[in-house]
């Protein structure tokens, strides 16, 4: 049985969402997908506020940045054109490989985010991409680069009664990325995720990044890889050695389903293939 | 609490618990053509229409689904008028224990609406969320093919059999 | 030759079982029951639920061996809506087997609906009724149960040692057959035919190895599910979703102790089983609970319980050698192997002398030795699972065949084709190794092996696939690799199958069958055999089927027996109707019977076909006027062979030499069924069959950790192929005429499971020149092996 929900409000705003989040904060929870409350099973009893309709479900893009609301979910972004014009369709691309097609409708931007299960996948995409999270209470707004809200599980430095409203993504037509996901499955949840991005200067690389995540307990940018690619071309020599580097610095976590010194191993290969697709030289199939 | 929905067509005023998933709700009335194989949104047998898309009716509130359309196997037809993509499961040899066969029919109905022609690849994403422990797929996909050529068929007789949606 | 008996008279004109043309066998005719199912309309366990039906859950054990020191309901009976609370202590201690087997069943009678002790993480300790799912949750939490911990033993040859825990010292349970819990050891098998160190001898080369089979489930997508309740008279009605409806019924009166007479077990629509629903495992606690309350109860495994209390696929390890000349001649084969029965002995035995009798005949070889162990550990427990034992066992001999092939430089597609068995042969492995009678000699009448061989080596494209590894730019190599196979169709001697069909007025029938289709296509294959029989068409055939009360006998869905045997006991049937249906006939056409010739519906006089009358004017005539009587056909059909089906698989797969990662990216099974009775629903058996192996081979697994807890019980982490990247399987069906099968047909659910398991492992090792002997070939197992293969190479 799910938790025990005591009362559904469906709010029309998102100032009704807020006062209604601020009261008595402890006995509210926010229904964005609703995944998550549905498979927790917590067994508190829960007042349950509905973001659906507080106008936070949009996607939508300036000349500079893409918004996305924290309501859209993340089949509406695959199906975006406005998303598709990052970094060369990376948004897209990784986030077909997240779960199924029918629970993709289910899932939003602010529940992946917030939530941050190891194996979500938006997480490592919003830190390649440089992305900021928006954030606001009845009280006041405030906003984070993701840098800050993934330093440590979002949840804990979420205020009560506080909502993901938005996130925002930087648009650099010129920067590259690529997405590199291990799982058992199509929809299983990954054992590793890879993300690399790079702004092309005629072939050379500018303000890398290179981001680990699933295998790692919170998605990770690594920075010693960054800083070795930074001003190099992507070549075969270079991908192994960010690989090499990108596997030595991350402080990887093991489970019952591979092990760490599994996943350093395939590390290295991930952020290898990786870069070179982003630079379009892959070399595998 | 009121939930306020179209069910295959039908307008209904239901009272629910507000925590209660809509898969137990449509089992309770009686439309267990919706199966709970696994209540972990995996196996895609609770797969229902939501307002023409396909979700796990096993994760998702009742609650959310206010206002919306909702259609079950048994609002796509019956044995007596089947729906051409259910003819085409069983022709196709793709029905064994048929317990994940609604899901699978609701997630080939959601996708031949918007995509008549899909590719082999549209194809797996489409039912990636449906699980068969009984045919190895093949005889799934080879469904799909069947019914993509009936529903063209159909539709070029001017017998339409897809009921337009709004996403 | 023995031909199969039935207890039928002989009719006056027997319609011989022998090749002929047929009308609707052999053909890909729907599924009798597809429409009802692929519109939803079809209901299974769950999905007709009586008004006032309680919730009944179960109450697991958290500890792998423990004593239950004390029990306290008392909270729990307090909380409003709890209806009744079952224990050890509240109900009849009567010893069982959970295996749905014929009777005596070959399995320990080591089950107890509750015992004093838990043996498994998972094992039952209690079981409530209630109201709904949410006050049975919460009564099952406050259940006081004291454990006192024992210790554990999860491997297997630990369990074997002197001083290991002892799973099993209650004085009360028995087996009929080797058993000796005091050693942990729930069964045992031995055979030696020939000579094994003469033929070892004899060998130019040895092959030999340490092989292991692992933990893996059935996952049917409908959980286990039983429905309970007393009908207007008293009676207990069990609704449940079970491969062996009349086992059921038998266990259930035996655990209860009340008589078969009072029960009726019905199976609806059955999602999915693949050998786990033929199991009593929530039938008697559910029958119990409706005893106590008089009230409907429901039970359902949910998915986490399905993994943990439900059967598994037994685990096995393995110690096999063979022995070749450099001419291709086997020589001798010795197999040793320690089965894994977790906490309870179902099946324990007969997987275990399957692992033998199904692998061992497959080759002509005349020293062969096989010496099989089944132990308890403290792990979930074994059950029958499609393949059975001959899963576990080709998983080692497919590899050992494919080492003996290059160690003599010989392609394994000429070495299969130079030493399997033939029709007209057979080995004396048949006899010795029985399921937990004396086996049966057993001359081999059909076999297309040959043919499955050749035919799988050209579609596959053998030739041009196999050897290729080596060879390939880039981390990524393919490789490609065989193996054949061989089932059995029944339990020869030991299971019967019977049927009954009625002629109605409009010339349709009805069949009665005890037939248990769980999703496999029965029902329409029966339907089909009985219109073939009688001239009519399969809608003319009304199905009543799988419940005690209105079919007559039959084992149920198991062994590869429900084509062979229930099919035979419909075809018996259908040709006793139709000659009782000659002489009504005969009489309306003032003729002897054995002028008439069977037309579509009709009897005509033979060489007068205008003098002719049709199947309702002969069901009127008899049911309304003349001679009124109501025509019936009946029979029984028992076995005295088990014949095998054979197969012969390939299979090329793409390893990431990088990352471990295996890929099947092409998998050709060539399966002789005999005459499939329905091609299409015999490539549907095939291809489930081998999907959910190579699942097995690649990601399938229990993982548990180290108090012997499943850590994985959930779709998150055990993972079955979804459509997005599940590898295709193409089937060939190589028809051959089996005599004693219903018109030429073997059995083919089975016997496709076998093949990935070696298949794979020899297509990777063409690859990359590892040998995977521990399943599955996990990403990590398979770096390990290369990394291993690379240290190795540079030392």
């Not at chain 3, 890929?663 to 069959?689: F, H, S």
Request: contains cysteine.
């Amino acid at each position: 049985m799910p938790v025990t929900i005591t009362e559904y409000l469906r709010p029309d705003s998102l100032k009704e969402a807020l006062a209604l989040l601020a009261e008595d904060p402890g006995k509210n929870i926010a229904v964005a997908g609703g995944v998550s409350i549905v498979l927790s099973g917590a067994p508190r009893r829960v007042r349950a506020i509905d973001l659906q309709n507080v106008g936070l479900n949009e996607i939508a893009s300036t000349k500079d940045e893409l918004c996305l609301g924290a309501m859209a979910t993340l089949d509406d972004i695959i199906h975006s054109p406005a998303a598709t014009k990052v970094a060369s369709g990376l948004l897209p691309t990784a986030l077909r490989t997240a779960a199924s097609e029918p629970i993709r409708r289910l899932i939003t931007v602010g529940g992946n985010i917030v939530q941050c299960y190891y194996w979500a996948t938006l997480p490592p995409l919003l830190l390649a991409l440089d992305a900021k999270i928006h954030l606001r209470t009845s009280e006041h707004r405030r906003t984070l680069k993701a840098t800050e809200f993934f330093a440590q599980p979002p949840m804990r430095l979420m205020e009560k009664g506080e909502l993901v409203t938005d996130v925002t993504i930087p648009l650099k037509p010129s920067r590259r990325a690529a997405f590199e996901k291990m799982a058992k499955t199509s929809n299983d949840y990954a054992l590793i995720h890879v993300v690399v991005s790079y702004v092309d200067q005629r072939g050379k690389m500018s303000d890398p990044r290179v981001v680990v995540a699933a295998c790692t307990s919170l998605p990770t940018r690594v920075r010693e890889a960054e800083e070795f690619l930074e001003g190099k071309t992507v070549d075969l020599n270079t991908a192994m050695e960010a690989g090499q580097i990108a596997s030595h610095h991350v402080k990887l976590r093991g489970d019952f389903r591979a092990s760490a010194d599994y996943r350093r191993r395939v590390l290295r290969v991930m952020v290898q293939r990786a870069l070179l697709k982003a630079a379009d030289k892959q070399t595998i199939s | 609490m009121k939930l306020h929905v179209r069910i295959n067509g039908e307008a209904r005023e239901l009272e629910i618990a507000p925590g209660a998933v809509l898969g137990d709700v449509l089992r309770q009335l009686g439309l267990t053509g919706t199966k709970m194989g696994c209540r972990e949104g995996h196996c895609g047998s609770c797969m229902v229409l939501v307002n023409g898309k396909p979700m796990n009716s096993c994760l998702l509130l009742a609650a959310k689904v206010e206002g919306a359309e909702i259609t079950t196997i048994e609002g796509l037809g019956d044995v007596r008028n089947p729906h051409p993509i259910q003819e085409a499961f069983v022709e196709a040899g793709a029905v064994q224990c048929g317990f994940c066969t609604p899901g699978m029919i609701i997630s080939t109905k959601a996708l031949l609406d918007n995509e008549p022609h899909p590719s082999l690849e549209r194809v797996r994403e489409a039912l990636s969320g449906n699980l068969c422990r009984c045919t190895g797929y093949a005889k799934i996909f080879d469904a799909v093919r069947i019914a993509e050529h009936k529903l063209a068929k159909a539709s070029g007789n001017g017998k339409s059999t897809r009921r337009p949606h709004r996403p | 030759m023995t031909k199969t008996a039935g207890t039928k008279k002989t009719s006056a004109r027997p319609e011989p079982n022998a090749a002929r043309e047929t009308r609707v066998v052999g053909k890909p005719v729907p599924k009798v029951d597809g429409l009802s199912l692929a519109t939803g309309r079809a209901k299974f366990t769950a999905d007709e639920i009586p008004p006032h039906c309680l919730v009944g859950m179960l109450l697991l054990s958290p500890h792998a061996h423990a004593k239950i020191k004390s029990i306290d309901t008392s909270e729990a009976e307090k909380l409003p809506g709890v209806r009744a609370i079952l224990h050890h202590g509240n109900v009849p201690r009567i010893a069982h087997t959970t295996a749905g087997q014929g009777f005596p069943e070959p399995s320990p009678w080591d089950t107890f609906m509750f015992d004093n002790k838990v043996r498994y993480v998972g094992d039952r300790v209690a079981a409530v009724a209630a109201e709904t799912r949410d006050i049975a949750l919460q009564a099952l939490k406050l259940i006081r149960v004291e454990y006192e911990p024992l210790p554990a033993v999860f491997d297997f040859e630990e369990a074997l040692k002197p001083g290991a825990p002892i799973i099993h010292d209650e004085p009360d349970i028995t087996s009929f057959l080797p058993f000796d819990p005091k050693r942990n050891l729930a069964a045992w098998a031995k055979a030696d035919v020939g000579d094994i160190e003469k033929g070892l001898a004899e060998a130019d080369v040895v092959v030999e190895g340490e092989f292991e089979t692992h933990y893996y489930a059935h996952a049917p997508i409908e959980p286990h599910v039983t429905l309970t309740y007393l009908d207007p008279d008293g009676r207990l009605v069990i609704r449940t979703s079970t491969q062996v409806p009349f086992h059921c019924r038998r266990i259930v009166a035996q655990t209860l102790g009340i008589p078969v007479r009072q029960i009726r077990v019905i199976k609806p629509r059955l999602g999915g089983g693949f050998g786990g629903k033929q199991e009593i495992l929530l039938e008697d606690v559910c029958a119990m609970l409706t005893l106590r309350t008089g009230r409907p109860v429901l039970m359902e495994l949910n998915r986490a319980q399905e993994f943990t209390s439900s059967r598994t696929r037994h685990p096995m390890r393995m110690w096999a050698k063979m022995g070749v000349k450099k001419n291709g001649e086997v020589t001798a084969i010795d197999f040793r192997g320690i089965l894994n029965t977790g906490a309870y002995g179902s099946h324990g035995l007969t997987v275990l002398t399957n692992v033998g009798s199904k692998c061992l005949g497959l080759l002509r070889c005349p020293n062969v030795r096989f010496d099989g162990k089944t132990v308890y550990t403290n792990l979930p427990v074994g059950g029958a699972y499609r393949g059975y034992g001959a899963t576990q066992g080709m998983m080692a001999l497919g590899q050992l065949i494919d080492e003996a092939a290059r160690a003599i430089g010989m392609d394994p597609v000429e070495f299969c084709l130079r030493n399997h068995i033939r029709a007209g042969e057979t080995h004396p492995i048949f006899r010795a190794l029985g399921e937990g009678r004396e086996g049966v000699d057993m001359t081999i009448a059909s076999c297309g092996l040959a043919e499955c061989i050749r035919l799988g080596a050209e579609r596959f494209g053998w030739k041009q696939r196999r050897g290729k590894g080596a060879s390939m730019p880039g981390p990524i190599k393919r490789g490609a690799g065989m193996v054949i196979l061989m089932q059995g169709s029944s339990i020869p001697e030991i299971d019967m199958a019977a049927a009954i069909v009625k002629l109605n007025d409009d010339g349709s029938v009805n069949l009665y069958s005890g037939a248990t289709d769980l999703g496999t296509g029965a029902d329409t294959i029966l339907a089909q055999i009985v219109a073939e029989t009688l001239h009519i068409p399969v809608s003319d055939v009304i199905l009543t089927v799988a419940d005690t009360d209105n079919s007559p006998f039959d084992t149920g869905a198991y062994a590869s027996s429900t084509t062979y045997l229930s099919g035979e006991a419909a075809r018996r049937a259908a040709v006793d109707l139709l000659e009782n249906m000659r002489q009504v006939a005969a009489e309306a056409l003032d003729v002897s019977p054995e002028k008439l010739d069977v037309g579509e519906k009709c009897f005509y006089v033979h060489g007068n076909p205008r003098k002719t009358i049709s199947y309702e004017a002969l069901a009127r005539r008899a049911l309304y006027s003349r001679n009124q009587q109501q025509l019936v056909g009946h029979a029984s059909a028992i076995s005295h062979v088990s014949p095998p089906p054979f197969a012969a698989h390939f299979c090329e797969v793409e390893v990431d030499t990088e990352t471990g990662v295996v890929r099947v990216v092409k998998y050709v099974a060539a399966v002789d069924c005999g005459v499939p009775i329905n091609p299409k629903l015999a490539e549907g058996q095939t291809e489930g069959a081998v999907l959910n192996s190579i699942g097995a081979a690649l990601m399938e697994e229990y993982l548990f950790n180290d108090d012997g807890r499943m850590l994985n019980p959930t779709f998150n982490y055990y993972k079955l192929f979804t459509p997005g990247e599940t590898p295709l399987v193409e089937t060939i069906l190589v028809p051959t005429h089996e005599p004693t099968g219903p018109y030429g047909a073997k059995s083919v659910s089975e016997i496709s499971t076998n093949g990935p398991l070696p298949a794979i492992a020899n297509a990777i090792y063409d690859a990359v020149g590892v040998r995977l002997r521990k399943a599955p070939y996990t990403p990590e197992r398979v770096l390990e092996a290369l990394e291993a293969k690379r240290k190795a190479e540079h030392s």
